[in-house]
């Protein structure tokens, strides 16, 4: 399942800001389907361009179906931030109306 994704992101590491526009292409990967309940992967590769210049970043997360409308997601991101390259963890529930 793919998409696109556009939007404004603002990124603050330290003292620094970097913000700009970002433009994703998110896909999900189901590796099994239940009515409702997706067990599967997420991963997020986009661009933001802003006045700081570019950066990249990726995103992935594990998405692990709780109930029928319920998911837990658990994944991790890494982006650039001018020279440096940031590492982070993600972790979160999605609740589908």
């Known amino acids: 399942e793919g998409a696109l994704s556009l939007g404004?992101?603002?990124?603050?590491?330290?003292?620094?800001?970097?913000?700009?526009?970002?433009v994703g292409l998110p896909h999900r990967?189901?590796?099994?389907?239940?009515?409702?309940?997706?067990?599967?992967?997420?991963?997020?590769?986009?661009?933001?361009?802003?006045?700081?210049?570019?950066?990249a970043a990726l995103e992935a997360s594990l998405i692990v179906p709780i109930i029928e409308l319920l998911h837990?997601?658990?994944?991790?991101?890494?982006?650039s931030f001018g020279n440096a390259i940031?590492?982070?963890a993600t972790g979160g529930l999605t609740l589908g109306l």
């Open 8 to 22: 404004y992101r603002r990124l603050v590491v330290g003292n620094e800001l970097r913000q700009g526009f970002d």
């Open 29 to 55: 990967y189901a590796f099994w389907r239940d009515d409702l309940r997706v067990f599967g992967l997420e991963l997020r590769p986009s661009l933001q361009f802003g006045p700081s210049g570019l950066d």
């Open 72 to 79: 837990l997601r658990l994944g991790g991101r890494v982006y």
């Open 86 to 88: 940031v590492v982070g």
